[in-house]
């Protein structure tokens, strides 16, 4: 098997030139998966068998996913929960060192009701601000729809002048 040709292609960008492509053409990393896949050579863990009539079979193991993928999935698992059970034996730990107290419980409640008051906060916040930017949007659109008319004298906005000659098409039902 021959080794992939490498070809690089070298442009010269100013300081203040803009390169308006999405993928430079310096960057030697594909724009897509299949890509990364073509380039590495990339070979999912595969078990190959003679089937009982002779025909030769497959049976892929890990989603499609390499041998090296799938160790470094398993060392990603690993490194977590090794992590989590270390946290556990040290606050285990820490619990039982203030026994008699319970220092650390008291401050792990203290610390957990500070934490949803944040969360709740910042999900009261983020939902209204969401709301009033839907508002906002609302709003633009309708004026987008509605006739802006400027009162000839002023040269502002009159709201009554805006009602009184708008077409029968923006009034309601009622009249």
């Known amino acids: 098997m021959a080794a992939p040709e490498i070809k690089l292609d070298v442009e010269m960008v ?3 030139g803009v390169h308006t492509e999405t993928q430079d053409s310096r960057s030697f990393r594909p724009s897509s998966l299949a890509g990364t896949k073509g380039m590495n050579s990339y070979r999912p863990l595969v078990i190959s068998y003679t089937k009982a009539d002779g025909s030769p079979g497959h049976c892929a193991i890990g989603c499609g996913h ?3 993928d799938l160790a470094l999935i398993f060392a990603c698992y690993a490194a977590l929960y090794s992590f989590l059970i270390g946290m ?3 606050m285990l730990r820490g619990a039982l060192d203030t026994d ?3 220092t650390l419980l008291w401050a792990f409640l203290v610390i957990g009701v500070l934490f949803v008051s944040f969360v709740s906060g910042a999900v009261y916040v983020g939902r209204r601000k969401l709301e009033q930017n ?4 609302r709003a633009d659109a309708k004026r987008a729809k509605m006739p802006q008319l400027k009162d000839e004298q002023t040269g502002r906005r009159n709201k009554w ?3 009184l000659s708008m077409p029968s098409s923006y009034t309601t039902k009622d009249g």
Request: aromatic share 10%; no cysteine; glycine share 6%.
């Open 14 to 16: 100013g300081l203040d």
């Open 66 to 68: 390499s041998a090296e």
């Open 88 to 90: 556990f034996a040290l």
């Open 100 to 102: 008699d107290t319970h």
């Open 134 to 137: 839907l508002a906002q949007k």
């Open 161 to 163: 002048f805006t009602l």
